[in-house]
């Protein structure tokens, strides 16, 4: 069983970079799609960013298309979720997710909350305008 546990939130002002990190200490990491999600107060938890198991055929959400990137170490066991020119609207708490995937869909993402098995705690980005 996976145990994502995300860092590196924060409050920033309006255009500058965070880099959001989840990591796992189990090795198998490696071998789960991963989903980056976030969640304002009063709203529900949408998809920010998904890579698979591959690293290949990443998905963004449109709201931070050209904005955000995201990476995965398989070395480290470490996903990252790189953001720049953050906006207000981009403040929630982020959360990351895990999925157990066979090899026969390591190039697949996944979007939807619902597709994912383990979930970390989550980690509070703010920005101010």
């Known amino acids: 069983q996976v145990q994502p546990v995300e860092s590196g939130g924060g409050l920033v002002q309006a255009g500058n970079s965070l880099t959001l990190s989840c990591a796992a200490s189990d090795r198998t990491f490696s071998a789960y799609a991963v989903g980056w999600f976030r969640q304002a107060p009063g709203k529900e938890r949408d998809i920010v960013a998904a890579i698979p198991v591959n690293g290949g055929n990443t998905y963004y959400a449109d709201s931070v298309k050209g904005r955000f990137t995201i990476s995965r170490d398989s070395a480290k066991n470490t996903v990252y979720l790189q953001m720049s020119s953050l906006k207000p609207d981009d403040t929630g708490l982020y959360y990351c997710?895990?999925?157990?995937?066979?090899?026969?869909?390591?190039?697949?993402?996944?979007?939807?909350?619902?597709?994912?098995?383990?979930w970390g705690q989550g980690t509070q980005v703010t920005v101010s305008s």
């Open positions: 997710a895990a999925k157990i995937t066979p090899s026969y869909l390591r190039e697949r993402t996944y979007s939807n909350v619902l597709d994912y098995d383990y």
